[in-house]
T-cell receptor
């Protein structure tokens, strides 16, 4: 069965600090990878996605993620965080070869950015 | 920008009562999903529809949960009877035919069972 691990449960940063949130998944086949963000009081929104091609993908609001197949990882990065980035971040994986569309989510990482 | 609609946003019910949630996906999205998100965890799929047909309901507790999408548009998720452990956020999502691996989420229904 697929699983997604997000090892950082709560991250606290000051504005302008760099961010890296870890995500590892367990599935040996081809995967689609996603990062979703949930701002306080809002619904889950797609931040970025990886299907194939360049392993470094760029998303909205200056976020990027790198797919490293050998490490089964898809870490999220941002060079300089802002107070408005305070939110919960979820990594998710979809196993491409099963044909199923359902996403397997990690437990989420809560990011707090201090002004 | 089109969004997935869900109602109610909040629901408080007593144990053993019946409760229902409604979802209206983005127009044209053939695939619809119901997820449950327990506090402190990520969403977990309950059921997936392709048009009016159930594609995957392997994680749906069928003794008390039911879901339908009769006309292949909006959907209802029902719990009967509700139990204390059902307290969670219930999320609906939909996918367009051309990008079926992208899911767009609604605001969710926060259920509290007392």
């Amino acid at each position: 069965a697929q699983s997604v691990s997000q090892h950082n449960h709560h991250v606290i940063l000051s504005e302008a600090a760099s961010l890296e949130l870890g995500c590892n998944y367990s599935y040996g086949g081809t995967v689609n990878l996603f990062w979703y963000v949930q701002y306080p009081g809002q619904h889950l929104q797609l931040l970025l996605k990886y299907f194939s091609g360049d392993p470094l993908v760029k998303g909205i609001k200056g976020f990027e993620a790198e797919f490293i197949k050998s490490k089964f990882s898809f870490n999220l990065r941002k060079p300089s965080v802002q107070w408005s980035d305070t939110a919960e971040y979820f990594c998710a994986v979809n196993a491409w070869q099963t044909g199923a569309n359902n996403l397997f989510f990690g437990t989420g990482t809560r990011l707090t950015v201090i002004p | 920008e089109a969004e997935v609609a869900q109602s109610p946003r909040y629901k408080i019910t007593e144990k053993s009562q019946a409760v229902a949630f409604w979802c209206d996906p983005i127009s044209g999205h053939a695939t619809l999903y119901w997820y449950r998100q327990i506090l402190g965890q990520g969403p977990e799929l309950l059921v997936q529809f392709q048009d009016e047909s159930v594609v995957d309901d392997s994680q749906l507790p069928k003794d008390r949960f039911s879901a339908e999408r009769l006309k292949g548009v909006d959907s209802t998720l029902k719990i009967q009877p509700a139990e204390l452990g059902d307290s969670a956020m219930y999320l609906c999502a939909s996918s367009p035919p051309s990008r079926k691996y992208e899911q767009y989420f609604g605001p969710g229904t926060r259920l509290t069972v007392t």
